[in-house]
Structure formats: structure tokens, C-alpha cells
């Protein structure tokens, strides 16, 4: 066999995975808001659903610290079959070193993993985040962190009326 | 006999590649990005003498150590899933015929990404993860496009090598 050659259905393939890429990703940022509602997800099921606005927030809290900017939600996974514990915090809590855990901090609109004990530890080096339809997944813990814009906390807000 | 012993020193290759590859910190926060090093081995195998099959053994093979080793077992479950996509997207590519090394190896970085990505969707049972689909496809792209020029350039003289044993 004598040595090979770039052909030019790779350049074509290259350009079009490229092009491909940059499309799907300006279609994703296209229109994106500021996020609104933060909602955490664990194998499928929502744990836990909350405006980013303070004041809404802490409807869900039981906490009754001094209001700071910064909250932090505390994930734990007691036994591995059933679903994880969220307690919210104003300070920064102390982790039980013998309980798998993930530490959210909410704080000025963004959100972001503090602290997490999973393998790969990729959610605690993501990036904060703050706009519609950004996320922050835990893959090892199956986490999922999500923020959504203004129609669903509308959607939200309507299914609590009923 | 000796097929054997070239299977399992390209295994043991695509394992030092593989730790090699978790050694470099180059995910960027974002789950699945990475340099694919071990698929040069795959590559390889596809275009050396070897057929598809050999190349799916030594993958797999190479996904199960290299997950008991360096990572755990979701890891292994996913790296399968890219692996398998991967391969069958590689194998086509090549028996298509008008791609050289590089196009078949970005074929197979993109579907390796495609791949992960859609069993991370049903693990964590969300279409959030397709978010992260555009940096795949350009990483798998990119990545897939070097290891190509790099299995490209070596073949030409692991032929003559193999011409040199014989006679």
C-alpha cells in the first residue's frame, strides 16, 4: 500500500462537522435570557424547583439566618435506591464525610458546584451558570442542574394556581 | 500465534494511551471532551492488515481495563457506547471508500462524542445534555482530524516494516 493522501471528501467532511457545530450552537444561544427558575433533577425526578429571586426562594427555606446574597443547597445521598436530600443554607454547612454529596451555591442570579465528592469532579470545575436553558450535570451522582427562563416559570406559576 | 501477540501488544498500547489521556487534564468542565488517543490504536487496526474485528476486540478490551484502572463503571458504560458507535461509524466510513484515514478518524471522533452523549441522556434521563452537543461535534472534529494525519502518516511504514519481517 503506498502512502495516503487528504482527500477532499475529508476537507468536506471536516467543514461540514465544523459548520455543523457553529450552527447548532448559535441556535442554542440565539435568544437566550437570563434564567429564572432553577430546577434540580436527580435520575429524571425533580427534586426541587425555585426562582432564582431571593425573595421567592425562600418560601421553600425554613432557615431563618440573615439574608445575605448567597444561599447553598446541600444534595446528599443517604441510601443509594432512594432520592437525595436538598437542605438549604445561608452559610456555607459542614459535609458529613461518610455521605456522597453535591453543594450548590446560588448567588447574585448564577449558580454553580461548590464541592461535590463524584469521580470525575467535571460539575465543580463547570462554569457558573446564569442564562436560560444552561445547565450543570453531575454525571456520576446523576444530577442535573438546570436554569429556565421566563415562559416556564410562568408554566410553573400556573400550576400552582391550580 | 503470533496475530495473538500483536493484538495484545496493540492493547497494551491503546492502555498506556489511554492513561496517558487521563493524565491530561483537557475537559474544560464539559463532560466527554477528550484527545481520543487510544482510537489511533482502533484506527490502526482498521487500516493495517487486521479487520473490523480485531479492532472492535482490542477496543473493548481496552475500554473494560482501562475503566477498572483509571475510572469507574458509568465511565465504562458510556466509553462502550461512544466505542461501539464510533467503530461502526469508522468501518462505514472506510468501506465507503472516499474517505482516507483522516475523514474515517473524524467520523469516528464525532460519533464517539454522538455516542456518550445519547447515554447520558438516558442515564440522567434529560435532553439537557444535547447542550453540549456543539462543543462535541467540533472537539470530535478537531481531535479526530489529528489522530487521523498522525495513523496516515505511520501506516506507510508499519507496511514496509511488516514487508521487511516477511522476506
Redesign the interface.
Given at each position: 500500500m503506498t502512502k495516503q493522501h487528504i482527500k477532499k471528501a475529508d476537507i468536506f467532511l471536516i467543514v461540514l462537522c465544523l459548520l455543523a457545530s457553529v450552527l447548532s450552537g448559535l441556535w442554542l444561544l440565539t435568544g437566550r435570557q437570563d434564567g429564572t427558575t432553577l430546577t434540580v433533577t436527580y435520575d429524571g425526578t425533580t427534586l426541587y424547583t425555585a426562582a432564582l429571586a431571593q425573595s421567592d426562594m425562600f418560601t421553600h427555606d425554613t432557615d431563618e439566618g440573615d439574608k445575605g446574597d448567597i444561599r447553598y443547597l446541600l444534595i446528599t445521598y443517604p441510601e443509594p435506591e432512594s432520592l437525595p436530600k436538598i437542605t438549604v443554607f445561608s452559610d456555607k454547612p459542614d459535609i458529613m464525610e461518610d455521605t456522597s454529596y453535591n453543594l450548590l451555591v446560588i448567588t447574585d442570579g448564577k449558580v454553580y458546584m461548590e464541592a461535590a465528592d463524584c469521580p470525575d469532579q467535571i460539575c465543580v470545575r463547570h462554569k457558573a451558570i446564569a442564562a436560560d436553558r444552561e445547565n450543570i450535570i453531575c454525571l456520576p451522582h446523576r444530577l442535573v442542574v438546570e436554569l429556565s427562563g421566563a415562559s416556564q416559570t410562568q408554566d410553573t406559576l400556573d400550576g400552582m394556581v391550580k | 500465534m503470533k496475530r495473538t501477540a500483536e493484538l495484545g501488544f496493540l492493547l497494551a498500547v491503546a492502555l498506556i494511551l489511554s492513561y496517558v489521556e487521563s493524565l491530561i487534564p483537557f475537559?474544560?468542565?464539559?463532560?466527554g471532551i477528550k484527545l481520543g488517543l487510544p482510537n489511533a490504536v482502533v484506527l490502526l487496526l482498521l487500516y493495517d492488515h487486521h479487520g473490523c474485528r480485531e479492532a472492535a476486540l482490542v477496543n473493548v478490551l481496552r475500554i473494560v481495563l482501562s475503566g477498572f484502572m483509571f475510572?469507574?463503571l458509568?465511565?465504562i458504560l458510556?466509553a462502550l457506547a461512544g466505542g461501539a458507535l464510533s467503530l461502526a461509524a469508522m468501518v462505514i466510513g472506510k468501506k465507503l471508500g472516499?474517505?482516507?484515514?483522516?475523514?474515517v478518524s473524524?467520523?469516528g471522533g464525532?460519533f464517539h462524542n454522538i455516542g456518550q452523549i445519547t447515554v447520558?441522556m438516558f442515564?440522567?434521563?434529560?435532553y439537557?445534555?444535547s447542550?453540549y452537543?456543539?462543543?462535541l461535534?467540533?472537539s470530535?472534529?478537531l481531535t479526530g482530524?489529528l489522530l487521523?494525519?498522525v495513523v496516515?502518516e505511520m501506516?506507510?511504514y508499519l507496511?514496509q516494516y511488516r514487508k521487511v519481517q516477511e522476506s
Open positions: - | 475537559s474544560f468542565g464539559i463532560p475510572s469507574n458509568y465511565t458510556y472516499f474517505f482516507s484515514p483522516v475523514g473524524v467520523l464525532v447520558a442515564v440522567v434521563e434529560t439537557a445534555v447542550s452537543l456543539p462543543v461535534i467540533a470530535g472534529t482530524a487521523g494525519i496516515m501506516l506507510p507496511q
